[in-house]
């Protein structure tokens, strides 16, 4: 079994752009609001196919590896 992808484990690391939820072909991706009115993503786990699209978009891990 492959692992869950990580979007973000600070909420620094995530500017809730959406890139991920739009680009996830299950939909396994939803936009959560936190309690300050940002959204972040949530994964369902029980539709991520663990294809890594969603990382694969997100700027902050394209930055990271550039
Ligand atoms: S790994 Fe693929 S299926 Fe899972 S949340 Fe990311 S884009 Fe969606
Ligand atoms: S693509 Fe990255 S920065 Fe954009 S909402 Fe998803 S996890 Fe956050």
Do not use: H, N, W
């Not at 939909?27 to 949530?42: H, K, L, R």
Request: charged residues 30%; proline residues 6%; aromatic residues 10%.
């Amino acid at each position: 079994m492959k692992e869950l992808p990580v979007l973000y484990k600070r909420k620094e690391e995530c500017c809730g752009c959406t890139a991920c939820y739009s680009i996830c072909p299950k939909a396994a991706i939803s936009m959560v609001e936190d309690g300050e009115g940002f959204e972040y993503p949530q994964i369902d786990e029980s539709k991520c196919i663990c294809c890594y699209q969603c990382l694969k978009v997100c700027p902050f891990k394209i930055e990271k590896e550039a």
